[in-house]
């Protein structure tokens, strides 16, 4: 990243891929007595994590790349980690090729300070499938979650009424709580929430039978013979499941998957801040508004999580999101799967009979392989990997339309004292419970959602962004020495260009400092207990985490680049045009979110592929 300041890895001097780092450490904070307390409590981690690295040991540092496997898979993110799996469980001899010196993909954990451990990129867990959970028993490898009730909290940035603090709502899984909450703003609200929330839980619960398997096959159920045909009818399973979950609901949910989401919240709600919380799961991480066709179904992605079998649930996993991806790397090495970082693929390797054939590495090594799986973007996975020649200019031509736009500037933040927020003051240090949450700040009203979406369509970033700050540091103490804590800002919107030109350090650091003084408006002090902060453009994502665009779900969540059409309506069953390529990113069926179903899905569809050819 243009503007690395320090080293990723703490003690390296230079980072994996190119100018990668860029966080920014304020030199005056390391004499603080926080500081100091800090380093204290660095070097002893440092010294317990060696340690640990000398006793437990990847696979990767004690196995040479092999010369021939039957499956490789081009990235270390967790759809591909799952994938590998799920493979080795099934008999096929697996390795993953990571390109950077840490397992992840976006859901990785890095020391970006001294002391300081991070969610770089993503920061909440809910979607990840129960079956992967139980199958692969993370929980036993690993895995652990803290849980966070209440879990959302929009504080009113407005003049207290006599000497009161300002206005906030809190939102939790107790019913009675959130009423009471909501009944600050309106009475009406209230008493419609319960609905509203039961109304959400059953659309959102009749789209698993969905997550978990592939789309139709609609080649398979309309062509053949009728043995084929029936065989392929079995793929109508899961859309019969979910009609008959949905009942009379089905008109409901083509509603939410087509509409405005603020048609659904104007029917439900009157109060302008709870329509704007809801709001925001909307349009989180998509370059959309909540007044624009799609944004319903945005929502109910992300409601149809779960977490310890409470439903919509997010939490924050021990040790930050690398914490899942090391449980499943676990996992699939305990099946035997050979797991390997700083593995730079270069291209995929295909034969004169138009199958691919293995890969080569940029350092010029080349592993074979009988499927190749590939955890990249569709767009890095067909114009960057694949050798030209190898897809006809139709196919390149449907891959360049992918929509790929992010609205997203990750902001990472080490802190020496807690924010303390004029809605809900803590002056002794200690977390509130309203600290567990996600806090959402710039969200009084949806008009200020739909200002901030309109900056950046005209190419700017927004002049008062959408915030959501989590603060997982006061439920895991792994993550920040005593005293401390690491902040993350999810912010929207940024364009990936401003106004047609790249982004240089100094549009990195004045959007920064306008996020800043926002977060200082709500909490007095946010500014002055900065440490260092680590600022992800849209351009910072696509370059160090490999997501074209600075997109987190692989391509759009919109309505043409869903189900049936993701990524495009001729990839939606993992397969490429080439034979033996495979797709099993967040690129593919169902989508983003650290959820692992692609992998399973692609998992599933090579292993139905070898036993075929078996049999033939």
Known sequence: ????????????????????????????????????????????????????????????????????????????????????????????????????????????????????????????????????????????????????????????????????PPRSLTLGTDLAKNQNEIGKFSLKDAKAYPEFVAHLEKLAGAIHPLLDSPPVDIQGVTTGSPMKRLAAAKTLMPVVKCGVKLGGNIPDFYEILTAPLMKILIQWFDSEPLRATLATDGVIGAMTSPSNTGSGYVLLHHVMGELEKEKGAWGYVEGG??????????????????????????????????????????????????????NATPYVT???????????EEFTKAVDQIDYTSPVTKINVAVDKLPSFLASPTPDDKPGLHHQCSIHLNCENVDLLEAAFKDAKNGRPSARPMLEMTIPSVLDPTLAPPGCHVVSLFTQFTPYLIEGREWTDQDREAFADTVF???????????????????????????????????????????????????????????????????????????????????????????SDMKCRREI
């Open 1 to 164: 990243m243009d503007s690395c300041r320090c080293c990723l890895r703490s003690g390296c001097s230079e980072p994996s891929e190119g100018k990668e780092a860029g966080p920014m450490l304020d030199n005056r904070k390391l004499q603080t007595p926080a500081m100091a307390a800090a380093a204290v409590w660095t070097d002893r981690g440092r010294r317990a994590k060696a340690l640990l690295r000398l006793l437990t040991g990847s696979r990767s540092r004690h196995t040479a790349l092999q010369p021939c496997y039957d499956a490789l898979i081009i990235g270390g993110g967790h759809n591909g980690l799952v994938a590998a799996a799920y493979l080795q469980k099934g008999g096929v001899k697996t390795a993953v090729l990571e390109r950077r010196h840490v397992l992840g993909g976006a859901a990785v954990s890095e020391e970006i300070f001294p002391g300081f451990l991070f969610s770089r990129c993503s920061y909440l867990l809910s979607l990840l499938r129960p079956q992967i959970y139980r199958d692969l028993e993370l929980e036993k490898h690993g895995l652990k979650v803290y849980m966070r009730d209440p879990h959302s909290f929009t504080p009113m940035l407005e003049e207290g009424i006599k000497g009161a």
């Open 321 to 374: 999101m690398g914490g899942v991806s090391k449980a499943i790397a676990k996992a699939a090495q305990s099946y035997g799967v050979e797991v390997f970082t700083e593995k730079d693929v270069g291209q995929i390797l295909v034969g004169s009979d138009g199958a691919a054939k293995g890969v080569v590495l940029k350092d010029g090594t080349e592993i074979h392989s009988k499927v190749v799986l590939s």
């Open 382 to 392: 067909f114009k960057n990997l694949t050798p030209k020649g190898a897809l006809s």
């Open 517 to 607: 003084d926002w977060v200082e408006q709500y909490a007095p002090g946010f500014k002055t207990s900065v440490v260092g902060r680590d600022i992800l453009t849209p351009p910072d994502l696509e370059r160090i985490f490999g997501l074209t665009g600075g997109n987190i779900f692989h391509g759009s969540m919109s309505l043409d680049q869903l189900y049936l059409a993701r990524p495009l309506p001729s990839l939606s069953d993992y397969r490429s045009p080439i034979k033996g390529l495979y797709l099993c990113g967040s690129g593919c069926h169902p989508g983003g979110g650290v959820m692992g179903s692609p992998g399973w899905n692609a998992a599933l569809t090579v292993l």
